[in-house]
């Protein structure tokens, strides 16, 4: 009920290329989606964020995209570049739940120059 | 600037050994948390705190226990460090409710 499968596990994309990173959940409570994204050697730090309550959200070459019917969200990266290769995360959380995120199993998409 | 900083970046130690890893943040931030980072598993909440001396268990708090003594500052303590508990270790904060965690840069602990 609580978890958050994140596919795929890792993603090439060459640049200029669309990234497609997907994610589903169960618990229909869930009512934040973010994203994160993670450098290697650092923490990861909140790309973008979403409630259900609007189907996509755009900053720059950065989507979000939320179907709340299936019980799915996905994070798009247009004209892909070099410097977007990191660790994505999904994640979501409840009211409930204050703070607390359940976070996806993480992308590690590649962009080749 | 928002700073959350983590004792060491790296720290080798045996098996059997308690292992302290401290967390401060400078944003005077209600919620503290702890993670850990396997490849393929994401990240996994191991303890959580509300408060100061407030302690919530996470996913995975199996061999793990927490002390949060003051606001700014939130530690994670291995009581007898195994081979399993081998990882890359995420400190977060959060003001109240559904906002933005702010990561430490991590720790990587190695057990031996």
């Known amino acids: 009920q609580q978890q958050v499968k994140q596919s795929p596990q890792s993603l090439i994309v060459q640049k200029g290329g669309i990234s497609i990173i997907n994610c589903a959940y169960e618990?229909?409570?869930?009512?934040?989606f973010p994203w994160y994204q993670q450098f290697p050697g650092k923490g990861p730090a909140l790309l973008i964020a979403?409630?259900?309550?609007?189907s996509e959200k755009k900053e720059g070459r950065f989507t979000i995209s939320f179907n709340k019917s299936a019980k799915q969200f996905s994070l798009h990266i247009m004209d892909s570049q070099p410097g977007d290769s990191a660790t994505y995360f999904c994640?979501?959380?409840?009211?409930?739940?204050?703070?607390?995120?359940?976070f996806g199993e993480g992308t590690q998409l590649t962009v080749n120059p | 600037d928002v700073k959350v900083t983590q004792s060491s970046r790296y720290l080798v130690k045996r098996t059997g050994e308690k292992v302290f890893l401290e967390c401060v943040q400078d944003?005077?931030?209600?919620?503290m948390f702890w993670y850990r980072q396997d490849p393929g598993l994401g990240l996994r909440l191991i303890y959580f705190?509300?408060?100061?001396?407030?302690?919530e268990k996470g996913d995975i708090p199996e061999g793990y226990s927490v002390s949060r003594e003051k606001k700014e500052r939130f530690s994670l303590i291995l009581e007898s460090a195994s081979t399993n508990q081998t990882s890359m270790y995420l400190c977060?904060?959060?003001?109240?409710?559904?906002?933005?965690?702010?990561f430490g840069p991590g720790t990587r602990l190695l057990v031996l």
């Open positions: 977060a904060s959060s003001p109240q409710g559904p906002e933005t965690q702010y």
């Open positions: 618990n229909t409570a869930f009512d934040y």
């Open positions: 979403i409630r259900p309550d609007v």
């Open positions: 994640a979501a959380s409840t009211q409930t739940s204050g703070s607390r995120l359940t």
């Open positions: 944003m005077d931030h209600e919620n």
């Open positions: 705190s509300y408060d100061v001396k407030m302690k």
